[in-house]
């Protein structure tokens, strides 16, 4: 045989055996949640390729039920729809279920390391670090919240010279959210008009919007066929590359502090980090290394950022179409605070209204309607079916979010589903946008603090007008896969 009819030949065995493999393992499993047929290789590509994979999702649970298989490629995802199988694996059998699941596209940059895309040992030991030292550098406590008001001022002084104009605010919240959590990771304050920080702050905001495109055409390719795509140009290479250059900023700063480390004054997140790498030096097997240090401060800083900053525009956007539910927070504010004083964490006690708005938007917005993804380590039963060692679980947040059994109205934006019939503030078990469980999200407690303080200092000088001309806008989301990312409307900050 000549070499290209061998390689011709090689190439169909690869192919056939490729074939083989594939369809035993979607096809040879006994007792799998049900689920639209998938073709071999590309799996339920085809039917995957919706705008809005949460409404996808929804249409997929209607027929299949609450736990339902896709296929991404050949590999096999489980999805979870509804509060009550979300909260079984997240909360009451969360230890099961403790580990991440992946994503090629999402791997390729982690490499397993950090805190968002770990698991295992490296995952508890670096988690349970980094929550006892946010806590020492003020998370939750009131030397961040003076942080929070310090940069609310800064915010509402660049809101105000804007003189009532229409603005697009992203990157000014952007630039507020970075502030606060590089103070506690970098012990820095950046300057709204820092040349550095405004280029990272771009990437950020780009590469977010790519990462919410998580299911769009290009990262879908990726995640079945990651070799070949690797080969071929596309969105998929911005993403990487801004990945890539917000790690190179984040590395900048480390070995800076590298430099300057004394650990006998330990500045900022960093500098703790790096005292724990001195204390386990001579440990073979520690998890204190400098390319963890440097995954774990990007993940919290990426995590910290355009989660908090996107949540905040999508708030005003929503209350901009609801002027009645504006007005009633002006007036509690008005009557909580007035107009003198910055508003504080205390306050949210005696701002139900205000507090039950806020867990309402969250709620309405549904920035992350997926969830991030879990891992089954072992073969398991979820409501009688059988999920095989090595699956990925999808639990559905925005399943649990707009479930008709927690809440009254739940694709309407209604503030009444957190407040009693006494306009006192009600919980909900189902409110999880932040998920839920041992592997909730780490900064929840900073990011509600911030979301509080940013909005009512915000409220409490302006009200929100649209542009002239304009009398509407759209609140379906601009983006929305892994999450949802409002439409770039133009806002109106005028003073009170």
Not at 410 to 415: L, M, Q, W
Not at 460 to 472: A, C, D, E, I, N
Request: charged share 25%; with cysteine; proline share 6%.
């Amino acid at each position: 045989i000549d070499p290209p009819a061998k390689n011709l030949s090689k190439s169909f065995l690869n192919l056939a055996l490729l074939l083989t493999l594939t369809s035993r393992k979607i096809y040879g499993t006994k007792n799998l949640p049900p689920g639209p047929m998938p073709l071999p290789i590309i799996g339920n590509f085809l039917e995957l390729k919706a705008k809005n994979v949460s409404v996808l999702s929804l249409q997929l649970s209607d027929q299949y039920g609450p736990v339902f298989t896709v296929y991404y490629g050949s590999d096999r995802v489980v999805v979870l729809y509804g509060y009550d199988v979300v909260k079984e694996v997240l909360v009451n059998r969360g230890d099961e279920f403790i580990n991440r699941g992946s994503f090629p596209s999402a791997d390729v940059n982690n490499k397993g390391l950090g805190i968002v895309s770990s698991y295992g040992e490296r995952w508890a030991q670096i988690r349970r670090f980094s929550l006892t030292t946010l806590r020492n550098f003020g998370m939750g406590k009131k030397g961040i919240e003076e942080r929070i008001q310090d940069e609310a001022e800064y915010l509402r002084e660049e809101l105000k010279a804007k003189k009532g104009q229409p603005c697009h605010p992203a990157l000014l919240f952007s630039s507020a959210t970075a502030n606060i959590i590089s103070h506690v990771l970098l012990g820095e304050r950046f300057d709204y008009n820092d040349q550095e920080y405004q280029k990272i702050l771009h990437l950020l905001i780009s590469s977010f919007r790519l990462e919410i495109s998580r299911f769009s055409l290009p990262l879908q390719l990726y995640n079945i066929f990651p070799r070949i795509m690797d080969l071929l140009p596309g969105p998929h290479k911005t993403f990487f590359k801004n990945l890539h250059d917000v790690q190179a900023f984040i590395s900048k700063r480390v070995k800076a502090h590298e430099e300057t480390f004394d650990p006998n004054v330990l500045r900022d997140y960093v500098d703790a980090f790096l005292l724990k790498m001195e204390q386990e030096k001579h440990n073979p097997q520690t998890e204190f290394t400098r390319e963890n240090l440097a995954m774990t401060v990007y993940d919290i800083f990426i995590a910290g950022t355009e989660t908090g900053s996107t949540s905040l525009r999508y708030f005003l956007l929503v209350l901009l179409e609801h002027p009645d539910v504006e007005a009633k927070i002006h007036a509690e504010i008005d009557r909580t605070i007035g107009r003198d004083r910055l508003p504080s964490i205390k306050d949210r006690i005696e701002m139900p209204y205000t507090e039950a708005v806020i867990h309402e938007l969250q709620r309405y917005i549904d920035l992350i309607p997926l969830g991030l993804t879990r891992l089954v380590q072992k073969e398991t039963q979820i409501r009688g079916y059988t999920i095989p060692k090595g699956s990925t679980i999808y639990p559905i947040l925005s399943s649990a979010l707009h479930d008709s059994n927690q809440f009254e109205n739940p694709r309407k934006f209604c503030p009444e589903h957190f407040l009693d019939d006494k306009g006192a503030f009600k919980k909900n078990s189902a409110d999880m946008p932040f998920s839920a469980g041992k592997r909730n999200c780490l900064g929840e407690g900073l990011a509600r603090m911030q979301l509080f303080l940013f909005l009512t200092t915000i409220l409490q000088s302006f009200r929100l007008k649209h542009p002239p001309g304009v009398t509407q806008i759209d609140l379906t989301p601009d983006v929305s896969g892994f999450g949802n990312i409002p439409r770039p409307h133009l806002l109106c900050f005028v003073p009170r």
